[in-house]
């Protein structure tokens, strides 16, 4: 069976090549040139997509990276993973997800079923996808709604230990959907529309940025009565019921906490609904840059001015390339418009943002440990007794207390 996926980024190549596995034809389509030369020749910058897979099934013509409309013919089913993010003013961005229904409903002459995998607002496959299919084309396609859960560096958990979820517009629909992804995962559950299966998606992230903004207001308690959050944190998750930990930050980021509260508030919004608890998350970990930027100056004696700053791991999670929404890059700058000269150091993105170092350096004034990929070796820092802040999400000791 032929399968063709429309965007080749995270979460679209990782679903190509876990298919192709499979045994499916995979078609895996993009607009952009460069990335489809690049997967050509083997190569990607998603985490945990082996080169030597994608040109074994290249060779096995079980996988084509192509930019040519054509390719994506005579597909039985056709999966939408583009990006769904904010624009400059927070907002909902629909442009690459109506590109992407408007270039695959011009150019299938045999009807698939049309899977939606890009996060969106409840009510997107029904009322914004389908009428864009139905408005161009006359053959008669299925729908359904299977929001991608991909998560980019995991080890643990992959596309085929990871449920799914899936909600067809009709039964025929969930039922062709289900055998497909039942066929390389090992749970999938059918939900009664498609608009459950993209409320479940919003809300999973939704639960993740209330419950870190939670953490973030608790750490600045905790700074007032002079400890640490990351002790009583641990303390309470001694619990072995009714509790789960969260654990601070300086803020959210990548492609999915940030921005699915903001569909989920989209589309409250437009149904006359308040969701004054969602926006207060945004708002108290989106703040939470500043109260760190407030931290760091009192540690400088309250000045920043001309102060020597290092950053480790500006990425918005460890060991990925992803600077999407990456709160370090907020950061930067916040501390360079108080006059701080800033570096950064991170081996894992490729940006032309100034003030990259190849290493970590010893001629500072404050070195701060953001992202700490695991390659990361923080020794320079600890031979020279240099002041360091932690203000990583991870459990891990790198050598100086949690910061938060």
């Not at 876990?18 to 460069?34: I, P, Q």
């Not at 409309?69 to 999966?79: F, G, R």
């Not at 029904?126 to 995991?154: C, M, Q, T, Y």
């Not at 953001?370 to 999400?393: A, G, M, Q, R």
Request: hydrophobic share 40%; glycine share 6%; net charge negative.
């Amino acid at each position: 069976m032929k399968v063709s996926i429309v965007g080749q980024g995270y979460v679209g190549l990782t679903l190509a090549i876990e298919a192709a596995n499979a045994g499916y034809s995979v078609v895996g389509f993009d607009t952009n040139l460069e990335l489809i030369k690049n997967l050509e020749l083997g190569n990607t910058f998603v985490p945990g997509i082996d080169s030597n897979n994608i040109l074994r099934l290249i060779s096995e013509n079980r996988y084509l990276p192509s930019a040519l409309a054509e390719s994506i013919l005579n597909s039985q089913v056709v999966i939408i993973a583009v990006p769904t993010p904010l624009d400059f003013n927070k907002k909902p961005e629909f442009k690459f997800l109506i590109d992407a229904s408007t270039f695959i409903a011009k150019t299938l002459k045999s009807t698939a079923l049309i899977i939606n995998e890009s996060t969106s607002y409840p009510g997107t496959l029904r009322g914004l996808i389908k009428p864009i299919f139905d408005r161009i084309s006359d053959l008669n396609f299925e729908f359904a709604a299977a929001p991608e859960r991909v998560d980019p560096g995991n080890t643990d958990w992959s596309i085929q230990n990871t449920p799914r979820i899936v909600g067809g517009l009709t039964n025929k629909a969930s039922s062709k959907a289900e055998k497909f992804y039942g066929s390389f995962c090992k749970a999938v559950k059918i939900v009664s529309s498609p608009e459950v299966a993209e409320a479940a998606k919003l809300f999973e992230n939704t639960f993740r940025q209330v419950n870190i903004a939670l953490v973030n207001e608790f750490a600045k308690v905790t700074h007032s009565l002079g400890f640490s959050s990351y002790e009583a944190i641990n303390a309470a998750a001694t619990k072995p019921f009714g509790f789960m930990p969260f654990y601070p930050s300086i803020g959210v980021g990548g492609h999915c906490i940030p921005v699915d509260p903001t569909y989920l508030s989209y589309i409250a919004d437009r149904n006359h609904v308040e969701t004054e608890f969602i926006k207060l998350a945004n708002k108290t970990n989106l703040e939470m840059v500043d109260f760190i930027v407030s931290r760091i100056s009192t540690e400088l004696s309250g000045n920043l001015k001309g102060s020597r700053i290092q950053i480790a791991g500006i990425a918005y999670k460890p060991d990925v390339a992803d600077l999407r929404e990456s709160p370090a890059l907020i950061l930067i700058k916040k501390l360079k418009d108080l006059g701080a000269s800033v570096t950064w150091f991170d081996q894992e993105v490729d940006t032309d943002l100034p003030g990259r170092s190849t290493n970590l350096d010893s001629n500072i004034d404050l070195g701060l440990i953001v992202t700490p990929h695991s390659d990361i070796d923080f020794s320079i820092w600890k031979e020279n007794d240099l002041k360091v802040l932690d203000l990583s999400v991870s459990k891990i000791d790198y050598g100086w207390p949690k910061y938060l």
